[in-house]
Antibody, heavy 116, light 112 residues
C-alpha cells in the first residue's frame, strides 16, 4: 500500500524557517518524481515544487522561488521542503504527492501557520 | 503560465442525475511526447485530494466507472453519471504538460 506521511509543520513567526518531511512507503521511491502542493485555508490547490526521481531537476512556483528548496534522500525514502523567509501568505496545508502520469498518491497533509 | 479555467464554480445535482465539469487551458496540453497531461481530482470534505482521471481520459485504479474524462488540446470535461452522496466535494483539474504546473480553481459539487 502506498503511503506518504508528512511532518514538520507548526506555528512560526514571519521571517522564520521550517523544514517539512514526507516519508514514502509502498513503492520504489527512487523511481518517481515528487511534488509539494499547498492549500491556504478555504482556498484551492497550488502546486509549489517538483523534484525529479534522481534530483537532477527541480522546479518551483514563482510564489516560493528563492525562498523554498525541495530535496530528497532516496536512501531514506524521504522528500523535504525547506522553507525560509516565511510570510503570512505561506499559511497553508502542505501536501506531498507522487507523480506518475498524474499526482496519483497524496499524503494527509501538514499544517503550517505563519503568524506573529 | 498555463491558466486552467474551470466551470462552473459550483454545481447542485440531484442524486442519480449527471454532472459535467469543464476545464479549459490557455495553451494546448499536448506534450511533445504525445501525451496530454491533464488529470482530475476530487477533494472530499476534510480529506486530501484523490486522483480520478489521468491523461485526460483514463480512470485511476479503483475509481468508479461513473466517472469519465474526455477532451483534447485545450478543452476537457469530467462527467459524473448517476451522482451519489459520496461524490460531493471539490473537483480540480490539473496540468503537468507545461511548467509551472497549474490547477484549476475548483468546482464544488453539492447534492440537491
Amino acid at each position: 500500500e502506498v503511503q506518504l506521511v508528512e511532518s514538520g509543520g507548526g506555528l512560526v513567526q514571519p521571517g522564520s524557517s521550517l523544514k517539512l518531511s514526507c516519508v514514502a512507503s509502498g513503492f520504489t521511491f527512487s523511481n518517481y518524481g515528487m511534488n509539494w502542493i499547498r492549500q491556504a485555508p478555504k482556498k484551492g490547490l497550488e502546486w509549489i515544487a517538483l523534484i525529479y526521481y534522481d534530483s537532477s531537476n527541480k522546479y518551483y512556483a514563482d510564489s516560493v522561488k528563492g525562498r523554498f528548496t525541495i530535496s530528497r534522500d532516496n536512501s531514506k525514502n524521504t522528500l523535504y521542503l525547506e522553507m525560509n523567509s516565511l510570510r503570512s501568505e505561506d499559511t497553508a496545508m502542505y501536501y506531498c504527492a507522487k507523480l506518475a502520469g498524474a499526482l496519483d498518491y497524496w499524503g494527509q497533509g501538514v499544517m503550517v501557520t505563519v503568524s506573529s | 503560465d498555463v491558466v486552467m479555467t474551470q466551470t462552473p464554480v459550483s454545481l447542485s445535482v440531484s442524486l442519480g442525475n449527471q454532472a459535467s465539469i469543464s476545464c479549459r487551458s490557455s495553451q494546448s496540453l499536448l506534450h511533445s511526447d504525445g501525451n496530454t497531461y491533464l488529470s482530475w481530482y476530487l477533494q472530499k470534505p476534510g480529506q486530501s485530494p484523490q486522483l480520478l482521471i489521468y491523461l485526460a481520459s483514463n480512470r485511476f485504479s479503483g475509481v468508479s466507472n461513473r466517472f469519465s474524462g474526455s477532451g483534447s488540446g485545450t478543452d476537457f470535461t469530467l462527467k459524473i453519471s448517476r451522482v451519489e452522496p459520496e461524490d460531493l466535494g471539490v473537483y480540480y483539474c490539473f496540468q503537468h504538460t507545461h511548467l509551472p504546473l497549474t490547477f484549476g480553481s475548483g468546482t464544488k459539487l453539492e447534492i440537491k
